[in-house]
Structure formats: structure tokens, C-alpha cells
């Protein structure tokens, strides 16, 4: 690869060699690029050994007359950018152990030479480099900055000289001034073009990355600008396949291993795998907008390609979808930076939906919301502002807000996203059905189970009528109204739901599927809540195994699980098994969705219980009062989780004996079940006892 410094390696251990006197036979340096081998031969034999040729020779006879007549002691012989080794190879000294033969090239000249890859150089290398030309104060006085300068050209030799030397003039110049000049120049910036004297590279980046470009074929040229396209990481070979799939495999891989990878601008990085230097993306992508015909097409090949990737990222990815699509992730995100406005309309959401599934399924909220907020400017952007992809759009911004605990960011979103799809699609659609079910789990969550039925049922019925009796949709609404009806202690009808849905995605699904394990979770959940122990805990431990094999070990539906799992432990006084179950749930959560979610306070609550159990009250107390605080705060004054944190702080406080402050929660407690869940639901039916009690307490302290 040009400017990665094989010029100036050569040339500092000539001179090194030179010093120590280790070739008393001469150094003999020729400059191979452009150049005629023969002719620099023998002049150099003429002026420097002293030679005089018999009559009669022709070139090739002079070339062996000198190697032959040379003077006596080690010789090195060093042959400067060759770009044809069968054009200097006639010309080579004789195999005699006293030459030494060092060639720099761009070439892969294959096992019969022995050779030493050069590679661009470390970040600490990279800074030393550059302290050397503009001083150890400004590196460390603008250490990040300079740590970006070297990024931007990879750490590549010429690039570090030239940039160095720039500043080194412009000494009013920061380096963040500099970033920003590369930002909008590109390689066609003055720093990276001006060389000055005393640099071993004669060319600037681009010049010098031009000389292998002109010796590049149509096709290799044509490969070059599609991985042009692609972002600065690994690239699986079958993405750029698949860009070009009506290419024969076998001689697209000739074209890549004889063209790119033999003139070392392109590094196999592993198996099936290869990598583009920065600075050679960057030239290459240049010359990608100059082809301004093909280069289109390439865009679009690769467009088409990113997009089938995408699509093949569904809902609750598994660890082994997780891990195949890993590396086609930054290509993706290269997608939506660079090229959306080449997609079509069918296509413009699917990278956005594609790399937030990703990161949605290992419980990275963080990361795909600014995907999902794109995505829906995106659209926004493209058609009208009452569109299909729009209500999609912000149908899916909501679902990631539910699932942050943001729920009075979701609803309107949500809202917003039914009424659009009603309106465009007909109040009978599989969309719309899903919006009505997404709307449903909002207020479900938000614990406004009234509100929360009639929609379930209304999705229910829908997705029956639209998709047939046995659809994975079906099976979900199933789910969430038996889960609905568990919340409500209308146990009896959420048993047959659970099960329906359960045997339903078995068949649908397989035995073995994240949505499989969310059923057995929820029935297990069912048969805790009624107290039948030993049905619940072969569910809940099949739940996570299942979890832990599909998903990860630290994914939110695994934290879940453990959470259920030390609740059973816990209610049947299995403390020491609880407890390490409930920290890790804790731990998880917090890490997975931040310090402050629902699911955090939910695991604050439990532990607090499962001391409360044994007695810890000190420990309890502020792992209480936080999951009360953090409820409100989340979920509103009036919430069954919020009414739960009462209930429990006032248990603690009443079996300290601190009576007074435990009533005046209690009764908050009770207000809200018999509001929310009405006066016949269990919940409300033992916080009215523990009530009750506690005034009798209060009674009987003060006679």
C-alpha cells in the first residue's frame, strides 16, 4: 500500500548498514517505478566501482558483466517501488551469498521471496510519530484531538508526515481545526498534499494511492469502488457476494486476491473476512463518485444487499442471530450515514428497524433509540406526514419508550400511530391490530387494566379474523390478556389463555423459541400467584435455561426470569437461594436499562422483601423507600406497583412496631387497589387486612 513508509524503512536501514560498515562490497540503491533497471546498473557501476565494459556487450551483457566484476566484500543491492517483478528479475545479481537483495513494493510477490509485511502503525507509535514533527506540548496539551488526527488518516506513515509537517508551519492551527478541514476536504485537503523537502515520499496521499489505482484492471477498479461503498470494518466476503450476485464466486475472488490483496489494498483480516485500510476506503470512495454510472449502480447493489440483512433480523433475535449478523451491523450503520437517500420508498425504514432489533435483543435500548428517532424523522422527511412507514415508524419509537419505562413519552405516540393507520389502512388491518395490542400493553403496564381489555380483545378478535386462529400474532394477544387477567386475579381465566398460547407457539414456533419461553415464564408466574409451588418451579427453571441458550446470559427477559425464580424461592423460605438470584436480576436490570426503570424498582422492591422476611430491617428500609420514589416518579402517584411499595414499606414499619407510620401508608395503599382493581381483587383484599391489623395494633398500644 502507498505511504506506509517502505521507502523510508529501506532507506534508514541502508544508511544504518552504512554507518556500521556492514556492506564493504557498496550499497547499490535503484529507484525501480518508471525507471530502467539495466541502465541505472550500470552507470552505477561506471561512476562508483570504476568499471569499463568490453566491446560489444548489449544490456543485459553489461548487467552481468557488472555483477560479475564487482568489487570483493557483502553487497546490498536495494530496488525502490517495483510495480513488475518480472521486469526487474532478469536484471537481479547472481544467487552468490555476497548480494543481498532487498526490494520495497506494493505487490504480494508470493512464498518464493521472503518477505516483511508492513502495517500501519500502533496509536502510541502513531502520537510519536507526530510529537516528533509539532513538539510533545501540543500533542499533550490536545492529546484526544491528536488521537483523532491520527484515526482519520489510520495511523498511515505519509499520512502522520504530512499532517506533522502542516502543523508544524501552522503553528496558530489546532488540531481540531485541522479535523475539521479533513472532515470537509477529504483527501483533497492541503495537508495531506503539500510535501516538503527532506520527506522521503514524493507524492502526496491521493498521488500516491494513485499509482496503484492506474495498474488496477476494469474489474478490479469496478470491485475497489463497491468496497468504496462499505464502512471502515471487517467485511463478511459474502456481503460484497451478494452485491454482486450475478458475478461467477470464483472469479470475483481472483479479482480480489490477484488484484487488491497482491497490491496490499486490501488485508484479509480472517477468515472469509477483509478489510479496507481508512485512508484506501477514502480514495477508493473518491474515485466511487467519480464513476458517477456504475458508481450508482454499485450503490444500489449494495443498498439492496444491506437491506436483505436487515430483513432477516426479526423480532427477540437470538444469540446465534446476534452473533451471525454482528459484523454486517457497521455496514448497515454505514447505510443509514451515507446512503438513505438511495433507497426506495419500500426500503427507507428497514436498516433503522434491522440495527434496532439488533440492539433491542440484547437489551441495548440505548442504542437503537437514536436509530428509531431517525428512522422517524426519515420518513417524516420522504412522504407525506400521514404515511404507512410514518405510523410504523412511530409505532416502533413507542414500543422502544414502553420498554425504556417511558410511558408518557410512548402514548402518543402510540395514539398517534393507530389513528394514522385506521385512517389509511381501515379500522380492520393487521396493523392496525398490532397498534391496538401495543396500546393495550401501554396501559397495562401503566396498570389502567380497564382501559388496557377492551383493546386487548379488540386485537384479539382482529388478528383471528385477519390471520387465521393458529398466527404467532393470536398467540401474543392470548398472552397478554391472560397476563391482564393474573394482574386482576382473574386467575381462573387466565390458566386456559396461558395455555392456549403456550401449546400454540410450540406448534407455530417450535419447542425451543424466545416467545416459547416467555409463556412458560407467565404460566409459572400464574401458578406462584396461587400458590402452587411445585408446579411453577420446573416451568420457571425450563424458562431460563431456554432464556440463557437463545438469548444471552444478560438479556432483560433473563433478569425477568431470575427475578420470578427467587420470588418462588422466597415465598417457600428459601432465602439463601433467593437472595443471589435477586441481586443478579438487580444488577442486570440496572445495567441492561439504566439505574431508574420499572424493572430496576421491581427488583429493589423484592430484595427488600426477601430481607424483610429474615428479619434485615436496616437493609430493607432504603431499598423500600428507593423503589417507592423511583414508582412514583415513573409510573404516577396512582399505580398497583406504586400501591405494592406502600404496602410493603408499611408491613416493615408495622413489624418494627412503628404503627403510626405505617397506617397512613397502608390506607394510601388500599386506595389505590380499590380504585384500580376494585374491592374483591386479593391484592386489595390483603392490604385491607394488613390495615385493619394495624389499627387494631394502634388500638391496643394505646390502652
Known sequence: MGGIGKTELALQYAIAQLEQEQYPGGICWLRARGQEIATQIVTFAQTKLGLTFPDGLDEKGQVDYCWGHWREGDVLVVLDDVTEFDAVEPYLPPSDPKFKVLLTTRLNLGSSVQSLSIEELDEESALALLETLVGPDRIQSQLEDAKTLCGWVGNLPLGLELLGRFLARKLDWSFEKLIGRLES?????????????????????????????????????ELACLLGVFAVAPIPWHLVEECLSDRDKDDLEDIRDEGLRDKNLLKRVEERTYQLHQIVKEFFRIKLQESSGNGESLKQSFCKAMVGIAQGIGNNPTIDVIAGMS??????????????????????????????????????????????????????????????????????????????????????????????????????????????????????????????????????????????????????????????????????EAEPLYLQALEMRKKLLGSEHPDVATSLNNLAALYTNQGWYTEAEPLYLQALEMQKKLLGSEHPDVAQSLNNLAALYDNQGRYTEAEPLYV????????????????????????????????????????????????????????????????????LYDNQGRYSEAEPLYLQALEIYQKLLGDEHPNTVKVQSNFDDCRRRIKESNT
Open 185 to 221: 476536504k477529504k483527501l483533497a485537503a492541503k495537508a495531506l498534499i503539500t510535501k516538503e523537502s527532506g520527506m522521503t515520499a514524493q507524492l502526496g496521499v491521493a498521488a500516491a494511492l494513485e499509482l496503484s489505482w492506474v495498474d488496477l484492471s476494469e474489474a478490479e477498479q
Open 327 to 492: 459484523a454486517s451491523i457497521p455496514h448497515l450503520e454505514e447505510l443509514v450515514r451515507q446512503w438513505i437517500d438511495i433507497l426506495s420508498d419500500d426500503d427507507l425504514t428497514w436498516p433503522y428497524v434491522g440495527i434496532g432489533r439488533f440492539y433491542e435483543g440484547q437489551g441495548n435500548y440505548g442504542l437503537a433509540l437514536p436509530l428509531y428517532q431517525e428512522c422517524l424523522e426519515q420518513t417524516k422527511k420522504r412522504f407525506d406526514s400521514e404515511h404507512p412507514s410514518v405510523a410504523q415508524s412511530l409505532n416502533n419509537l413507542a414500543l422502544l419508550y414502553d420498554n425504556q419505562g417511558r410511558y408518557t413519552e410512548a402514548e402518543p405516540l402510540y395514539v398517534q400511530a393507530l389513528e394514522m393507520r385506521q385512517n389509511l389502512l381501515g379500522t380492520e388491518h393487521p396493523d392496525a391490530a398490532t397498534s391496538l395490542n401495543n396500546l393495550a400493553v401501554l396501559y397495562y403496564d401503566q396498570g389502567r387494566y380497564t382501559e388496557a381489555e377492551p383493546l386487548y380483545l379488540q386485537a384479539l378478535e382482529m388478528r383471528k379474523k385477519l390471520l387465521g386462529s393458529e398466527h404467532p400474532g393470536v398467540a401474543l394477544s392470548l398472552n397478554n390478556l391472560a397476563a391482564l387477567y393474573t394482574n386482576q386475579g382473574r386467575y381462573t
Open 584 to 651: 443478579q436480576a438487580l444488577e442486570m436490570r440496572k445495567k441492561l436499562l439504566g439505574s431508574e426503570h420499572p424493572g430496576v424498582a421491581l427488583s429493589l422492591n423484592n430484595l427488600a422483601a426477601l430481607y424483610t422476611n429474615q428479619g434485615r430491617y436496616t437493609e430493607a428500609e432504603p431499598l423500600y423507600v428507593q423503589a417507592l420514589e423511583m414508582r412514583k416518579k415513573l409510573l404516577g402517584s396512582e399505580h398497583p406497583d406504586v400501591a405494592q411499595s406502600l404496602n410493603n414499606l408499611a408491613a
